[in-house]
């Protein structure tokens, strides 16, 4: 069945996640969309710092958003700002350094955002990690699970009640297309078992965002929840965590614009709101969240028993949470 999932997915890919596959997918979109001002509104990007979270960032900063930058380097961060600023010509642009792999400090991050600021109207969950061996955080967590799906957990479920007393708010995570071939490890969130290959993990965390996405749906229906693949882009990290892959597929690769193309409209535009809230986005268009005939779906129970897990891992990190 895994090679089933994985020859489908990747002639899928080879189709629609490419260069190519946006540029058709283009011919579609409704330009005005994007014709929007969000002078007033603010937004959180998580990874802002370079890649589709930079990209995305210097979009919403051109538009006037106020942009919340949550990074983890200071000095590409500050770097980064500085460029974006200088773009956009937009000074409300700001820095907050925060390792989204260390959950505590995730947390305290996140409380004290509540405090300082009356408002947030747009959270994306866009900062990822792909180590390739098991490495285990000071807190004694996985760091792909850390950082992939404790740390966007910990974050969102913190903000959700400073985002429900905001004006048209919504939450957009990042996830991939990768995670169509893989179904919810219940009993192995955090690879404990067996060999640890790290794109097979990194596609794990990416359906974990998935099946997070559509519980808050479900549990919050005042935001809307949705979740996107933005396609085999040219990043920074997929150059560093897939040399091979970065190589081999080279200018088919899709530009840092062309994968934050449906952040941006998720993030902005009225169309997306229209949507339901808890689906999955590929090129600004709702697409399924299984590969048909893979057997990737999850039972009420395993998904009830997966977020158990979280809820319980994330109070012995923190304080007051839910």
């Known amino acids: 069945m895994s090679l089933y999932r994985n020859g489908i997915w990747f002639l899928n890919g080879l189709h629609q996640y490419t260069r190519r596959g946006y540029e058709a997918a283009v011919k579609n979109f409704e330009p005005q969309d994007l014709e929007v001002s969000v002078v007033g509104r603010s937004f959180m990007i998580t990874g802002a710092n370079s890649g589709i979270g930079r990209a995305t960032a210097m979009a919403i900063a051109k538009k006037g958003g106020t942009v919340h930058m949550v990074c983890r380097n200071k000095g590409k961060a500050e770097e980064a700002r500085s460029d974006i600023v200088s773009e956009s010509g937009n000074t409300e642009v700001h820095v907050h350094i925060v390792d989204m792999s260390e959950t505590h400090n995730?947390?305290?991050?996140?409380?004290?955002?509540?405090?300082?600021y009356p408002a947030l109207n747009v959270l994306i969950n866009n900062a990822?990690?792909?180590?390739?061996?098991?490495?285990?955080?000071?807190?004694?967590?996985?760091?792909?699970f850390a950082t992939n799906t404790m740390g966007v957990y910990?974050?969102?479920?913190?903000?959700?009640?400073?985002?429900?007393?905001?004006?048209?708010?919504?939450?957009?995570?990042?996830?991939?297309?990768?995670?169509?071939?893989?179904?919810l490890r219940v009993a192995d969130l955090q690879s404990e078992t067996?060999?640890?290959?790290?794109?097979?993990?990194?596609?794990?965390?990416?359906r974990q965002q998935v099946v997070l996405t559509q519980q808050w749906a479900k549990a919050k229906p005042v935001i809307h929840f949705s979740a996107m693949h933005p396609g085999w882009?040219?990043?920074?990290?997929?150059?560093?965590?897939?040399?091979?892959?970065?190589?081999?597929?080279?200018?088919?690769?899709?530009?840092?614009?062309?994968?934050?193309?449906?952040?941006?409209?998720?993030?902005?535009?009225?169309a997306a709101a229209r949507t339901r809230s808890g689906h999955f986005f590929q090129d600004r268009t709702l697409v399924p969240a299984h590969l048909p005939l893979a057997w990737t779906h999850s039972s009420a129970e395993e998904i009830q028993d997966f977020?158990?897990?979280?809820?319980?891992?994330?109070?012995?990190f923190t304080q007051n949470l839910m």
């Open 106 to 116: 995730v947390w305290e991050f996140a409380e004290a955002f509540k405090s300082q």
């Open 128 to 144: 990822g990690c792909m180590v390739h061996a098991r490495e285990v955080t000071a807190e004694g967590l996985e760091k792909n």
């Open 154 to 183: 910990i974050l969102t479920q913190t903000l959700i009640p400073l985002l429900q007393k905001s004006r048209d708010p919504r939450v957009i995570t990042v996830s991939s297309g990768g995670m169509l071939v893989q179904k």
């Open 194 to 206: 067996g060999y640890v290959d790290g794109i097979t993990v990194y596609a794990q965390n990416k």
């Open 233 to 270: 882009v040219d990043t920074p990290a997929v150059s560093t965590a897939m040399p091979q892959f970065h190589q081999m597929m080279g200018e088919r690769l899709r530009s840092v614009e062309q994968g934050a193309d449906t952040v941006v409209w998720l993030a902005v535009s009225r």
């Open 307 to 316: 977020m158990t897990q979280l809820e319980t891992l994330a109070r012995s």
